[in-house]
């Protein structure tokens, strides 16, 4: 009978309620934990951490301060044009997890299969058009990772931008692009991308973001009674904790202060700073130093490892030979999935938390209508493609040509929800990113903050949910609900980030 189907499909609004499967459960808790692996806290004896961007979140006001400072080292120390004085951070630019051509200038959003999503390269801040992006690699979406880029995407060509410092890195290389290119100057890409590179490190390595943070920490650090909370009541189920920061001393220990109160060292067996990862992880190279109680420097050989001192360098294997704390009783959370997590999860076995804070704003966007909506009508209507593409008369094709142009209008409408230019930071219109491949493959559990730990008993058992392959029927019901609203204990909890 041909399609027609297409007269019904044009009022979809009762249709996509049919759509939905009974009972699913829609509203996800952003405050929940979310697990790649199975993992029972009840195991783990021992808690890792990372200090920033793990224990202290900050907001997003230091974003357009990174940017600034680095946009005017630009200009005053590189000598770059006065005109790019103009530009200021543009919020909800950049996502996290983008990788950036260093030769053709683009930054793009690549999914786990090495595509890039169409409609997600930029060059400055203006996208550009598919046809382009497929001509500049020669007839193909595809882009040779491995060829161009290494395992932890600081390859010579191709860099990923994995931390949440590089938001202002990579709005500020847009917007100087976009300032060469709309005067018509000529630039050497490689050049810029160093300078930029060079500038923003300006502004960690010299201290001037330390000394922002550390002048109005309450305005620069969210959620540090939430902090003192999950470390206290870890510390009172018998758990040791430690830290392994590359930041310097006084900075953590200020905050640190701001966060749990003057006596935290007291919670924490091993305190390590400044611990140059990620080659704390893979080198031996570097002993472990001695701070003393202001800071500076010892000099004497460390032979083990005493609770309430300060350590400085070092490396992981001394730590794991000076503590014996190996395998899967340590669990380490970090934001950095390849300086934090990698090494960790891949050569050491210990089990590692991701903390990735737009879990937040993502899980929001999809608990809204308008995203259940869009995708039960994209997923319907990919649905019919599938079935009916065998109709082929004149009138059928017309048909499926509608669907196919409708479909991608909702796939864009889908993706601009969580951000206009790049989407989602954990997919790509179908397919997981390169990112989220890399979140599955590196973490046993992720979370939009370590406070999400409140929420659950310190023994609990996080299952992953069984997701059915692609060959596999799913047959089962008994995890709908990982993360959902319905469950009581998490309703009570939303509160708690
Ligand atoms: C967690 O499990 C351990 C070992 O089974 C038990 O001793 C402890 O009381 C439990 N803690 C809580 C809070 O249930
Ligand atoms: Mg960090």
């Known amino acids: 009978c041909g399609l027609m189907l297409s007269?019904?499909?044009?009022?979809?609004?009762?249709?996509?309620?049919?759509?939905?499967?009974?009972?699913?459960?829609?509203?996800?808790?952003?405050?929940?934990?979310?697990?790649?692996?199975?993992?029972?806290?009840?195991?783990?004896?021992?808690?890792?951490?990372?200090?920033?961007?793990?224990?202290?979140?900050?907001?997003?006001?230091?974003?357009?301060?990174?940017?600034?400072?680095?946009?005017?080292?630009?200009?005053?120390?590189?000598k770059y044009p006065e005109g790019l004085g103009k530009?200021?951070?543009?919020?909800?630019?950049?996502?996290?997890?983008?990788?950036?051509?260093?030769?053709?200038?683009?930054?793009?959003?690549?999914?786990?299969?090495?595509?890039?999503?169409?409609?997600?390269?930029?060059?400055?801040?203006?996208?550009?058009?598919?046809?382009?992006v497929i001509e500049?690699?020669?007839?193909?979406?595809?882009?040779?990772?491995?060829?161009?880029?290494?395992?932890?995407?600081?390859?010579?060509?191709?860099?990923?931008?994995?931390?949440?410092?590089?938001?202002?890195?990579?709005?500020?290389?847009?917007?100087?692009?976009?300032?060469?290119?709309?005067?018509?100057?000529?630039?050497?890409?490689?050049?810029?991308?160093?300078?930029?590179?060079?500038?923003?490190?300006?502004?960690?390595?010299?201290?001037?973001?330390?000394?922002?943070?550390?002048?109005?920490?309450?305005?620069?650090?969210?959620?540090?009674?939430?902090?003192?909370a999950v470390l206290n009541r870890l510390v009172n189920?018998?758990?040791?904790?430690?830290?392994?920061?590359?930041?310097?001393?006084?900075?953590?220990?200020?905050?640190?202060?701001?966060?749990?109160?003057?006596?935290?060292?007291?919670?924490?067996?091993?305190?390590?700073?400044?611990?140059?990862?990620?080659?704390?992880?893979?080198?031996?190279r570097k002993p472990f130093r001695k701070l003393d109680d202001k800071g500076s420097l010892q000099w004497d050989k460390i032979n083990q490892l005493e609770k309430g001192k300060i350590y400085k360098e070092g490396n992981l294997f001394d730590f794991l030979r000076l503590t014996g704390w190996r395998g899967s009783k340590v669990l380490y959370f970090g934001d950095h999935l390849y300086s934090d997590l990698a090494d960790l999860m891949l050569r050491h076995g210990w089990r590692t938390g991701a903390i990735v804070p737009e879990l937040e704003t993502e899980?929001?966007?999809?608990?809204?209508?308008?995203?259940?909506?869009?995708?039960?009508?994209?997923?319907?209507?990919?649905?019919?493609?599938?079935?009916?593409q065998m109709y082929q008369d004149a009138e059928s094709k017309q048909v499926l040509l509608e669907w196919m142009k409708e479909r991608q209008e909702i796939r864009s409408l889908t993706k601009n929800l969580f951000n206009p230019q790049f989407g989602s930071i954990f997919r790509t219109f179908h397919n997981p990113t390169y990112f989220s491949r890399r979140l599955v493959r590196f973490s046993d559990i992720y979370m939009a903050s370590i406070s999400c730990l409140l929420n659950y008993d310190v023994n609990f058992t996080f299952y992953p949910r069984r997701t059915p392959l692609q060959h596999e029927a799913p047959l089962w019901m008994d995890q709908l609900c990982t993360g959902c609203m319905k469950t009581p204990f998490l309703e009570e909890m939303v509160h708690i980030r």
């Open 7 to 78: 007269v019904s499909l044009t009022s979809p609004l009762s249709l996509l309620l049919d759509l939905l499967p009974p009972g699913v459960c829609n509203l996800l808790n952003p405050a929940a934990i979310y697990a790649n692996n199975e993992i029972s806290l009840g195991d783990v004896e021992i808690y890792g951490f990372d200090y920033d961007y793990t224990l202290a979140q900050y907001s997003n006001l230091l974003h357009s301060m990174i940017f600034n400072t680095a946009r005017d080292i630009l200009i005053e120390q590189f």
């Open 87 to 132: 530009y200021d951070y543009i919020p909800g630019f950049a996502i996290r997890g983008l990788h950036y051509d260093v030769q053709k200038s683009l930054l793009m959003k690549i999914d786990a299969f090495h595509y890039v999503q169409l409609g997600t390269a930029y060059r400055g801040l203006k996208p550009v058009p598919d046809e382009e």
């Open 136 to 228: 500049l690699y020669g007839g193909t979406q595809h882009i040779p990772l491995y060829q161009m880029s290494d395992f932890y995407g600081k390859g010579p060509s191709l860099k990923q931008f994995m931390d949440i410092f590089s938001l202002p890195e990579m709005t500020l290389l847009s917007s100087v692009i976009d300032y060469f290119i709309t005067h018509g100057i000529e630039f050497d890409q490689v050049h810029l991308y160093k300078d930029i590179s060079d500038a923003i490190r300006d502004v960690h390595v010299k201290g001037v973001m330390y000394k922002w943070i550390e002048k109005d920490m309450e305005q620069y650090i969210l959620h540090g009674d939430e902090i003192y």
């Open 237 to 284: 189920h018998k758990k040791k904790l430690f830290l392994i920061t590359n930041s310097p001393f006084s900075f953590v220990d200020k905050g640190m202060k701001h966060m749990v109160g003057k006596n935290w060292r007291d919670l924490f067996d091993m305190v390590i700073v400044q611990a140059d990862k990620p080659n704390f992880f893979t080198d031996r």
């Open 363 to 388: 899980i929001r966007i999809i608990n809204t209508e308008q995203y259940m909506h869009s995708l039960t009508w994209q997923q319907a209507l990919t649905g019919l493609l599938e079935r009916m």
